[in-house]
C-alpha cells in the first residue's frame, strides 16, 4: 500500500525559508520520479517540482525556479524540498506523489507565507 507522509510546513515570515519532506513506503521508491504539488485556497492543485527516479534531473514551475529546490535520499526513503526566499502567494499545502503513482496522496503539509 503506497503512503505518502508530508512533514515540515508551518507559519514563516515572507523572505524565510522551510525545509518539507516526504516519507514514502509500499512501492521500490527509487523506481518513481517524485512531484511536489501545492493547492492554495480556492485554486486547483498546482504541479511545484519534479526529481527522476536517480535525482539526476529535476524540473520547476516558473513560479518557483530559482527559490525551491528539490531532492531526494533514495537511500531513506525520502524527498524533500527545500523552499526559500518565501513569498505570500507560495501559501498553500504542500503534497508528494509518485510518478508509478499518481491517484495516492498523502495529507499535505500546510505553509502559510505571512508577516
Known amino acids: 500500500q503506497v503512503q505518502l507522509v508530508e512533514s515540515g510546513g508551518g507559519l514563516v515570515q515572507p523572505g524565510g525559508s522551510l525545509r518539507l519532506s516526504c516519507a514514502a513506503s509500499?512501492?521500490?521508491?527509487?523506481?518513481?520520479?517524485m512531484r511536489w504539488y501545492r493547492q492554495a485556497p480556492g485554486k486547483e492543485r498546482e504541479l511545484v517540482a519534479f526529481i527522476t527516479q536517480l535525482g539526476a534531473g529535476t524540473r520547476y514551475a516558473d513560479s518557483v525556479l530559482g527559490r525551491f529546490t528539490i531532492s531526494r535520499d533514495n537511500g531513506k526513503n525520502t524527498v524533500s524540498l527545500q523552499m526559500n526566499s518565501l513569498k505570500p502567494e507560495d501559501t498553500a499545502v504542500y503534497y508528494c506523489n509518485a510518478a508509478l503513482f499518481p491517484d495516492n496522496w498523502g495529507q499535505g503539509t500546510r505553509v502559510t507565507v505571512s508577516s
Open positions: 509500499g512501492f521500490t521508491f527509487s523506481w518513481s520520479g
